[in-house]
């Protein structure tokens, strides 16, 4: 059960954080990247609602459903690109900081396939998704009984 909805109970936060959500569609990075790092950010912090929100916004999208179901195991496959498997390893280590913090070998890899802008909006979209997971954990919001967009 839904301890509070925060997204009524404070608002002008809740659309703060809508809108920085919005801009990292069209930010300029590579199609899908977006959605494969905050599926792979919720995995981890174990938010089912927002697992169950980007499978379905990366299906929309055109991501291969075999990526999204290997996602948890990407180190095993080769499914993913040597810059989405830097983008996916940089994810892991901003969202569990309290492991290594950021190791200094992690960002040389991303240097090697994003820009300074892409890095920071790639920062900037696992914070986000790592602000959404707490709050959607903490507040334990429900998954919808159907999966956004389907009738």
Request: charged content about 20%; proline content about 6%; aromatic content about 10%.
């Amino acid at each position: 059960m839904m301890r509070l909805n925060y997204t009524t109970a404070s608002p002008q936060p809740y659309e703060a954080l809508h809108a920085l959500s919005a801009y990292f569609h069209d930010c300029g990075l590579p199609g899908g990247l977006v959605e494969l790092v905050w599926l792979r950010a919720s995995q981890l912090n174990g938010c089912a609602f927002c697992i169950d929100m980007h499978v379905t916004d990366a299906l929309k999208l055109g991501v291969e459903p075999r990526r999204l179901h290997l996602l948890d195991a990407w180190r095993e496959t080769t499914l993913y690109s040597p810059a989405e498997r830097a983008a996916l390893a940089w994810t892991e280590a901003v969202t569990n900081v309290q492991d290594a913090h950021v190791p200094d070998a992690l960002f040389e890899n991303l240097r090697a396939h994003y820009d300074d802008r892409q890095i920071a909006d790639l920062t900037y979209a696992i914070a986000t998704i790592n602000a959404w997971n707490r709050l959607a954990i903490s507040f334990r919001t429900p998954l919808p009984k159907t999966p956004r967009g389907v009738r």
